[in-house]
């Protein structure tokens, strides 16, 4: 099928893929575009198609297939580059025909094999980057994992804590429970990277760093939300970061009494130089600034080793009198147990102390379109900067404690002779007497006193104080950056209105400049306040949320068991991550309870307006795997249940044809199916199989985002049929799943059944025997204005159910349907119908003439329910004896109010029997005259020879048998003409034609004189004689 022959060629080189018009062309021409090498020929491809050439030695045989190659599945390409691909179907299945609008050369890319490039260039070619003329893009900055992620993210999790806080934490809490809150602190840290990890391996990872994570997995929803809060939570660290490097500077000046102004706008103006000069380093590009980033990172490795060195230096008097000793182990020991002191002396209050400084692990992952390979240099910098900071905060707090007593009064005139009476204290045995301090708790000195002991205890202080410096203004750098790399993200996908403005990137590297001055501008505006203590919770708990949410996208696609979930990191547990989750949520509240009360009201409010918006994207989130999952299961459960009448809902099939040609139709039912019920529109298209087929998948997508767009909850279905009566067929057979199955069809009533064709109109009557052979309700719709807007949106239509109305080309042949694309069909403008209307008081008139079950009353009744149709009063029709009304009254309202309707206007028609008059019936026998044999003066044998070639005609027999019953039909429309003149719909149980015994043109007959000539919306409902409604609640 797909084998095309193999000519006879000079040998040449295979180096290529050919494009199938090509081969076509050439071999009209007659010669092949094959380059044989050893094998008799060569493989070849669509033109679009783009990788490897492979010869006949890899199938055997010469074919249009490919072999598996990474263009085939990357859905990127860059601008001017040949569309790549595999052949599609129709190439391999189809015959193939030549496309004259595609014929070009083949192009000779370097020989490759399964997608990779062979070693060593082919001879003879020459490179494309050569040409003159040409100039060459640079290369955009990319970064590994040790410089792009692991230096970045010890960078954010080093900060002033480390050097300022860790010492008083391990005096107050002991070293074995500050190893216990530096352990709880890493495990949510940890967790938080394992589940990066496993959701940066799920695929290619582009820039946005968290954002892009939690948005491309649980969805626009909660990744957009988190996005927005997480770059001004970044935005606002600038400004945390930046004051504290301002405080310190500033403590400096005041020790050597050189305050330029006062200590607060001393903060402000130093604030605001420090966050000018690293903006500056931002906007010098990303070299720059992972340059100043390494600086900061060797800063502080020296500061950290110069602690070190200090700790093993022996002390002097000065430091001894300060409480360091070097290493002593009895000093340990004292320090290896709890001493809580002040209001801040618990376990909780210190872990949320603590905590903060476990967080920036994101730091790396928020530049993840400025990595060489995110998904090896995400999990791998992370995970390893997250072991190293742990264990320099374990080897700060074991060495700090095992050589700093808790008090010292800090003078020289405490020492002491060993072993003096009135001494207590470990310090007594070391020659120093800080008892009365220590009893006075107004020791300056000490662990639990002095928050610069590893100041004290290195070897040099002034470059502790530079660590200081590098902390702060790395963490700081690092936010400045990573706030607007994700803020240009979350623009350029344009979920929130207003900021497309700041999605432009600038250079190589799409720098997001405006990003930067917006943040600056932010930073610099928390900076004059001066005083963060009240904000630095709130930003806590903004990261504390990001990481529930990463923990909980790597829980919850894990969960959906989606095929698409295979991250190739696998050393993650969804219970792990969902453990993360709950704990990161616990942690928010155990930090400060209005701080994470106000991140969630935030996130609430972000994710109702995405929510509300609902954004044309489509990113194959979990969300989407989940609601397939629930879908699924919940339609199995369904369909292990028995149904009872009281879950009875009516799931109706809607011969629509294109939706959007009978919007009535499609208004009527989705007002009383939406949030009940099961809606579908079906449509038939007629004609030769392989012509509809493209057709069908061109216009689905459209015809169901034309339902969405007028927020009809239904779904739209088609199938390709010789005829109209044998797809309907297929609908009625096929349509829906397990439980979920439509027992109601609904279609438009035939206006023009006395001039269409016979065949059309038999076909039309048989739809309606095929639908009570299958159990299904029938429900008829007559507007007086017709339902097909055809006409007025000047398109063609799909000849299904008003064949009137439908084109005819001059052969007498059924015209195409438009096959417009979908975005014109979801965007053309909406036709406006009496059901999106208010209804006002009118009145919705019921003739429940026949006992069908109850479907008759249950429409009417769902449709009163809805706000637009809730004040219409419902009146119940039904016929009786004049002799008997006020008992048949009293029996149908005590039957209504056991089904608690709340219909309480019943009428009894008495005179529905009366004969109608003579005008009336004149009209029916000119409307059936037409169709009629006049066979009454033939004998049966002719008669029968009459009726065989025309079934649709009505014998003189049928007339008179079917007398009382037209006649019925002609009084009942006297009724309605009388009753219902002014209501604003009508509902009627319609008769039914004895299949094979009552003529379609009868039926038809029947149907038009009891519909004709009234204003409403006429509803023809018909049940399949089995009880909807019921009384008893079992």
């Known amino acids: 099928m797909a084998e095309l022959p193999t000519p006879d060629l000079p040998p040449a080189r295979c180096s290529g893929r050919f494009t199938i018009s090509t081969l076509l062309a050439v071999e009209e021409e007659g010669r092949g575009p094959y380059s044989p090498t050893e094998g008799p020929g060569c493989d070849s491809a669509q033109p679009s198609l783009c990788g490897s050439t492979l010869c006949t030695r890899t199938f055997g045989y010469n074919t249009v297939d490919v072999v598996p190659a990474y263009e085939h599945y990357a859905n990127s390409k860059g601008v001017g580059d040949p569309r790549k691909g595999r052949p599609s179907l129709a190439d391999l299945h189809s015959i193939l025909k030549p496309d004259p609008g595609r014929l070009h050369s083949p192009v000779c890319d370097p020989q490759w094999s399964n997608g990779l490039p062979e070693a060593g260039p082919e001879p003879g070619l020459e490179e494309a980057e050569g040409e003159p003329g040409r100039a060459s893009e640079p290369e955009p900055v990319r970064f590994g994992w040790v410089k792009g992620v692991m230096i970045r993210c010890m960078l954010n999790i080093w900060g002033v804590i480390l050097y300022l806080r860790l010492p008083w934490i391990t005096a107050q809490a002991g070293i074995a429970l500050t190893w216990l809150i530096i352990l709880m602190s890493v495990t949510v840290t940890t967790i938080t990277g394992l589940s990066i990890s496993a959701i940066s391996t799920n695929g290619k990872v582009k820039s946005g760093g968290t954002y892009f994570l939690i948005s491309r997995s649980l969805g626009p929803e909660l990744g957009g939300s988190i996005g927005l809060i997480f770059a001004f939570a970044n935005a606002v660290a600038v400004a945390m970061h930046t004051v504290g490097f301002a405080e310190t500077v500033r403590d400096l000046l005041e020790e050597h009494n050189s305050l330029m102004v006062d200590p607060t706008n001393d903060i402000r103006i130093i604030g605001v130089i420090t966050v000018t000069v690293l903006l500056g380093i931002s906007l010098a590009g990303m070299e720059w600034e992972a340059k100043a980033q390494i600086l900061f990172f060797l800063v502080i490795l020296v500061s950290f080793i110069n602690y070190l060195v200090g700790t093993v230096i022996p002390a002097t008097a000065e430091k001894q009198a300060k409480g360091f000793f070097s290493y002593r182990a009895d000093i340990f020991a004292q320090n290896f147990v709890p001493n809580w002191r002040g209001p801040e002396g618990s376990f909780f209050a210190l872990f949320s102390i603590f905590f903060p400084s476990a967080t920036g692990i994101l730091a790396g992952a928020n530049i993840s379109g400025d990595l060489k390979d995110p998904a090896v240099a995400i999990p791998k910098g992370t995970l390893m900067a997250i072991f190293w900071t742990t264990v320099s905060y374990l080897v700060l707090s074991a060495t700090i404690g095992a050589c700093v007593v808790r008090d010292a009064s800090g003078s020289l005139n405490d020492s002491v002779a060993v072993g003096s009476v009135g001494c207590e204290g470990l310090a007594c045995g070391y020659g120093w007497n800080f008892t009365a301090c220590a009893q006075r708790q107004s020791c300056r000195y000490g662990l639990s006193n002095y928050y610069q002991s590893m100041s004290m205890v290195s070897g040099f202080g002034p470059l502790i104080t530079a660590g200081i410096f590098g902390a702060t203004l790395s963490s700081a750098l690092a936010c400045l950056v990573s706030a607007p790399k994700v803020f240009q993200c979350l623009c350029r996908d344009q979920l929130y209105p207003l900021i497309g403005f700041f999605g432009k990137g600038y250079g190589r590297n799409s720098e997001?400049?405006?990003?930067?001055?917006?943040?600056?501008?932010?930073?610099?505006?928390?900076?004059?306040?001066?005083?963060?203590?009240?904000?630095?919770?709130?930003?806590?708990?903004?990261?504390?949320?990001?990481?529930?949410?990463?923990?909980?996208?790597?829980?919850?696609?894990?969960?959906?068991?989606?095929?698409?979930?295979?991250?190739?990191?696998r050393y993650y547990s969804k219970w792990a991550a969902l453990f993360g989750a709950a704990v990161s949520v616990v942690i928010m509240f155990l930090l400060t309870w209005w701080a994470a009360l106000i991140a969630f009201g935030i996130v609430v409010f972000l994710l109702g307006y995405v929510l509300y918006k609902k954004p044309d994207v489509n990113w194959g989130s979990s969300m989407q795997a989940s609601s397939y999952n629930?879908?699924?299961?919940?339609?199995?459960?369904?369909?292990?249940?028995?149904?009872?009448?009281?879950?009875?809902?009516?799931?109706?099939?809607?011969?629509?044809?294109?939706?959007?040609l009978r919007p009535a139709l499609v208004d009527f039912v989705g007002t009383f199916t939406k949030n009940l019920s099961l809606m579908l529109c079906g449509n038939v298209l007629i004609g030769p199989r392989k012509q509809k087929m493209p057709e069908s998948r061109l216009t689905a997508d459209g015809h169901a985002k034309w339902l969405m767009k007028r927020k009809i909850k239904a779904f739209y279905t088609d199938v390709v049929a010789e005829d109209l009566r044998s797809g309907v067929q297929m609908l009625l057979q096929a349509a829906g799943l397990g439980k979920m199955r439509p027992n109601i069809l609904v279609l438009g009533y035939k206006r023009d059944w006395r001039t269409a064709s016979p065949q059309s109109l038999e076909d039309y009557v048989g739809i309606l025997h095929d639908a009570f052979d299958f159990k299904y309700g029938v429900c008829l719709m007559r507007m007086k204005e017709g339902l097909n807007v055809s006409r007025m949106l000047q398109a063609h239509v799909n000849p299904t159910f008003e064949a009137a109305e439908r084109p005819e080309n001059g052969t007498g042949s059924r015209a195409a349907p438009s096959t417009g694309d979908c975005t014109a069909l979801a965007s053309e403008q909406q036709a406006s119908t009496i059901f999106q209307s208010e209804q006002g008081k009118k009145t919705i008139d019921i003739y429940w003439l026949f006992d069908d079950g109850g479907l008759t009353l249950l429409i009417?009744?769902?449709?009163?329910?809805?706000?637009?149709?809730?004040?219409?009063?419902?009146?119940?029709?039904?016929?009786?004896?004049?002799?008997?009304?006020?008992?048949?009254?009293?029996?149908?309202?005590?039957?209504?109010?056991?089904?608690?309707?709340?219909?309480?206007?019943?009428?009894?028609?008495?005179?529905?029997?009366?004969?109608?008059?003579?005008?009336?019936?004149?009209?029916?026998?000119?409307?059936?005259?037409?169709?009629?044999?006049?066979?009454?003066?033939?004998?049966?044998?002719?008669?029968?020879?009459?009726?065989?070639?025309?079934?649709?005609?009505?014998?003189?027999?049928?007339?008179?048998k079917n007398r009382a019953k037209s006649l019925r039909q002609v009084r009942l429309n006297e009724i309605l003409l009388d009753y219902s003149r002014d209501a604003a719909l009508i509902a009627i149980t319609p008769p039914i034609g004895r299949k094979g015994r009552c003529p379609s043109t009868l039926y038809m007959a029947w149907l038009e004189t009891l519909s004709q000539d009234l204003r409403p919306p006429v509803i023809l409902t018909r049940g399949n004689q089995e009880n909807v409604l019921t009384f008893y609640c079992q």
Request: proline share 7%.
């Open 860 to 960: 009417p009744y769902l449709l009163g329910r809805k706000k637009r149709w809730g004040k219409c009063k419902i009146r119940v029709f039904v016929g009786g004896q004049i002799n008997r009304m006020d008992e048949e009254r009293k029996a149908i309202v005590s039957l209504l109010s056991k089904f608690r309707l709340g219909f309480h206007e019943v009428h009894i028609l008495p005179d529905i029997n009366q004969k109608p008059r003579p005008e009336h019936i004149k009209r029916f026998d000119d409307l059936i005259a037409p169709f009629r044999l006049n066979d009454g003066f033939k004998d049966e044998a002719t008669v029968n020879e009459m009726r065989q070639g025309c079934p649709w005609k009505i014998s003189d027999e049928e007339v008179d």
């Open 512 to 569: 997001p400049i405006r990003g930067y001055m917006l943040t600056y501008v932010i930073a610099i505006g928390f900076i004059l306040i001066a005083e963060l203590n009240a904000i630095a919770p709130i930003i806590s708990n903004f990261f504390l949320c990001s990481y529930a949410l990463i923990n909980f996208s790597c829980f919850h696609a894990s969960i959906t068991n989606s095929p698409g979930w295979r991250p190739s990191f």
């Open 630 to 660: 629930m879908a699924l299961n919940y339609s199995v459960g369904l369909s292990e249940v028995e149904e009872h009448i009281k879950n009875y809902r009516p799931q109706c099939l809607v011969l629509t044809g294109p939706p959007n």
